[in-house]
């Protein structure tokens, strides 16, 4: 199934400097948000207590805090509606200091004058296991960079990498930006989208790479840009049809998936959609940004290929008993 004619080629760098203007607008949006309002950590990083308590009738919130706020050790926390009118979520900054104490039977004897409700669920995250799990979500997301920065290395060619390193950082940057702005809480899951958003994204990347490699080896055009709006342009209804698929699915997901996972789709629609304007628009872009040069591309290559007919050559005069 074809979306665009595969015969036809689109300009896309010569409308390469808006995309990136409008990139880095993005991105650096992004960055004053994480510095000024900065991530909501969820109780798997910051620590903490988080209670799902369910009503028979529509909770009533404003009494809820009201009743938190007179009792010293949950005057902190935070009430808030989740997926229905009937379900609350308290949020505790601290946990319980005592293994004799349940929380929830202490939250359920202070909110008893509210009304009738259940306790559905209760998470405890102690404040140093907090900070070793945050601790290891950088780690784990600072490896993934660099492996991908050594994959794509010795694949392709050190400008390939670090434009594919770029783009990825364009990707997250903007993924995070929308987590500040909409205030999604930052746990685990989300740390798992963020590692998809990039496997995903370096997919594309690598594919549309992988044209543009094929083209500067097969054409005999020697402009860059003409070689890779060309193959950009074959890769285009691939990667449109992979987006979409994905999408939909994903969004499936966030529209009936359930409040739970509702932070981990709403991550994983941005990072499809910037993935996908990323991989056509701003990759291959740094690429022509970096300089990249076919005409030593082509003399590298075939001076590789020399050397190992030079050694298949020896090889088999070796075996022969010649050398």
Wanted: aromatic share 10%.
């Amino acid at each position: 199934m074809e979306i665009f004619k595969s015969n036809k080629t689109y300009n896309f760098m010569g409308k390469r400097l808006p995309f990136l203007g409008f990139s880095t607008i993005l991105v650096l949006a992004s960055f004053i948000l994480l510095f000024t309002k900065g991530l909501n950590l969820g109780i798997d990083f910051s620590g903490g207590t988080l209670v799902q308590v369910q009503y028979e009738k529509a909770a009533p919130i404003k009494e809820i805090r009201n009743t938190l706020s007179k009792n010293i050790q949950f005057e902190k926390s935070v009430v808030t509606e989740f997926g229905t009118p009937e379900e609350v979520i308290i949020k505790i900054p601290t946990t319980s200091t005592s293994i004799e104490k349940d929380i929830g039977d202490e939250i359920r004897s202070i909110l008893k004058p509210t009304g009738d409700f259940t306790i559905r669920r209760v998470d405890i995250v102690g404040p140093k296991v907090g900070g070793a799990l945050q601790e290891k979500g950088i780690m784990a997301l600072s490896l993934a960079l660099l492996v991908i920065l050594i994959y794509v290395s010795f694949r392709f060619e050190w400008r390939f990498a670090i434009a594919s390193i770029l783009a990825l950082i364009h990707d997250i940057s903007i993924a995070l930006g929308a987590i500040v702005l909409f205030s999604v809480d930052v746990n685990l899951d989300i740390l798992a989208a963020i590692l998809t958003i990039l496997g995903y994204s370096l997919n594309d990347t690598i594919i549309v790479f992988d044209r543009i490699r094929e083209g500067v080896t097969t054409s005999k055009e020697n402009e860059l840009n003409k070689v890779v709006n060309e193959s950009v342009s074959n890769t285009l209804s691939r990667t449109t049809l992979t987006s979409l698929t994905t999408f939909f699915v994903v969004l499936t997901l966030y529209l009936f998936g359930g409040e739970i996972i509702n932070g981990f789709s709403f991550t994983l629609l941005v990072g499809i959609v910037v993935g996908t304007y990323s991989s056509i628009f701003v990759a291959a872009s740094f690429l022509v940004q970096l300089n990249f040069s076919i005409a030593n591309y082509r003399e590298n290559e075939a001076l590789k290929e020399k050397r190992s007919k030079e050694k298949d050559k020896l090889r088999a005069q070796f075996e022969q008993g010649t050398v």
